[in-house]
């Protein structure tokens, strides 16, 4: 079997290929769709996409509220209408054709309203559908499918808008592949970074504060490992650190554009009558920092970096643990350099990015976000040469990149980093962004070779993109269980008997912590097993047990997190581990013990 296209509509599909899941996902949601009608004749319907593994649709239920107790009877429906295996078909209408077929649906009628050319329409049975497609031949050849949750989503992501109610589900070509990823689901709630923060002491998120998180001793010190490599890594790679003011002046965000642009996110207060802003961003900062100083061509490249705390005044629904908050520190850099350095310097950021990711064992693909259809400020011409440097600069580097047209900051075109973990999940962390109007914007300027001040390019870069959201990342993706160098406690001693063992492993203890190593010494009267289990749901990386073997030989006998095996080594050799694995950043895998 071969994947066909027919005027938009998939007629044959092979289920190796690339698009397919894609396409048995996008035609499951109109079995959702059709469903949903049968139940609820007044339902309206806005968008029903495929995502990465499933899909949703948004469906206004108007006085009605759904629940996750209506799925299972949705599912059935949905199983029913895929058993009659009804031919999907498609059909070319005109403008006013679809204006009539949808007259009582107000969300359709306002997606034709924006489309200017022939509309197609899909059918199944009595159930028709505003779409593109394209869509697999019939119901019959969707199968293993599940309806996963409930979500509110204004339509057309505007809070301005109506809420509807977004069912996401998923759907697969065999059984198999859906108990796998159903499987896959429940693993990622287990992962979940606001249980396992709560669980293992990292942070908190009070009533007294939404979207202000808490950092607690634990966390703090994942914090500030992850904070100490950023530092040292950006010195290698020629970066200065510097430090912005929190509040800066309305006169500051003008000029950025910041405050026409982003004022409604923005958290303002007066000082002597006049207005300030708490900043959400730090580039402005970089910026007067670069102007406090004359330039010279020689000095160029300026690569400022900061670890800024900000501030956005994000909506109470939208906030998830470290996902999204209203305050985070950014790790910015701003790099002034001139246009005959860009490639150059792109290929830099590049190489730092690689080195980053790799230690956090992360892959990643690159995004291009092109110029916004509107509210972008400067010369169309401008942003055309910004979008073709960033483009070159990355293929010549080595890496493919995705465009992702219109979706670029209001004042330039950037790179964005999507992170793949290990659940498979996608994150946009990273990105770089050229901006060739807010160096005009300030009169940033350089003395060049011919004594003439010229203009440089400014180069906005976030890796991890904010820190809370990135621990949030690693919490997920590490499961709690850090590498050594990032884990709160590296290392738990346990004496099997304290009338016996306690002495030696207090020695033990100590000689561990004048190693610079983070341990701790459980003596207390519970049983064995029962120290075992609790250090295991801490996931310390090093559990010692320490008994009369161990005390007559000088030894250790250590069980990794995760491991079941036990290895008796001297007390040298298991500093050297330790310490090795904190030195070269080991991500330790199971598998690398046997």
Known sequence: MKVQQHDGSIIEIEKSAPEALEVLNHSTSHLLAQAIK????????????????GFYYDIDFGDKILVEEDLPAIEKKMKEIASKDLRIERKL???????????????????????????????????????????????????????????????????????????????????????????????????????????????LISEYGPGFPFWLPNGMIVR??????????????????????????????????????????????????????????????????????????????????????????????????????????????????????LEDEIKSILKLYDEVYDIFGLDYYIVLSTRPEEGYIGSIDIWNR???ILQEACLASGHELKINPGDGAFYGPKLDFKLKDSMGRIWQCGTIQLDMNLPERFDCFYIDSDGEKKRPIMLHRAC???????????????????????????????????????????????????????????????KLGYRMRSSQMRKVPFTLVIGDQERDNKTVTYRRFGVQEQINVSIADFVRLVKDEIQNKTIFKPESNK
Not at 38 to 53: C, D, H, T
Not at 231 to 253: C, F
Not at 265 to 281: C, G
Not at 296 to 308: F, T
């Open 224 to 341: 500030n490992e992850i904070e100490d490599f950023w530092k040292k890594i950006h010195a290698r790679y020629g970066y200065v650190e510097i430090k912005s003011p929190m509040i800066l002046s309305r006169e500051l965000w003008e000029i950025s554009g910041h405050w026409d642009h982003y004022k409604d996110n923005m958290y303002t207060t007066k000082i002597d009558d006049k207005d300030f802003a708490i900043k959400p961003m730090n580039c402005p900062g970089s910026i007067l920092v670069y102007k406090n100083s004359l330039h010279s061509y020689k000095d160029l490249p300026v690569r400022l970096a900061e670890l800024g705390h900000v501030h956005r005044h994000e909506a109470s629904g939208a906030l998830n643990g470290l996902f999204r908050v209203r305050a985070f520190t950014q790790d910015d850099a701003h790099m002034f350099c001139r246009e005959d350095q």
């Open 464 to 526: 991890l993109g904010s820190v809370e959201r990135f621990m949030g990342i690693i919490i997920e993706h590490f499961g709690g269980a850090f590498p050594v160098w990032l884990a709160p406690l590296q290392i738990n001693i346990l004496p099997v008997n304290n009338a016996y063992h306690l002495e030696y492993a207090q020695e033990l203890l100590k000689e561990f912590k004048e190693a610079g190593l983070r341990v701790e010494l459980d003596d207390s009267n519970e």
């Open 386 to 388: 910004s979008e073709a």
């Open 93 to 203: 209408v005109s403008k006013e054709e679809a204006l009539e077929i949808f007259k009582d649906n107000p969300y359709k009628l306002e997606l034709i309203n924006e489309i200017n050319e022939d509309i197609t329409i899909f059918s199944q049975g009595n159930f028709v559908d505003l779409c593109r497609g394209p869509h697999i031949m019939s119901t019959g050849l969707i199968k293993q499918f599940k309806l996963l949750s409930l979500a509110g989503a204004y339509w057309r992501g505007n809070s301005k808008n109506k809420q509807l109610t977004r069912i996401y589900g998923t759907s697969w070509f065999n059984a198999d592949d859906l108990k796998n990823y159903l499987d896959l689901i429940e693993e990622r709630k287990k992962r979940d970074h606001r249980l396992l923060g709560k669980q293992l002491g990292l942070f």
């Open 38 to 53: 049968e139940l609820y004749p007044n339902a309206q319907f806005g968008y029903g996409p495929a995502i990465e593994n």
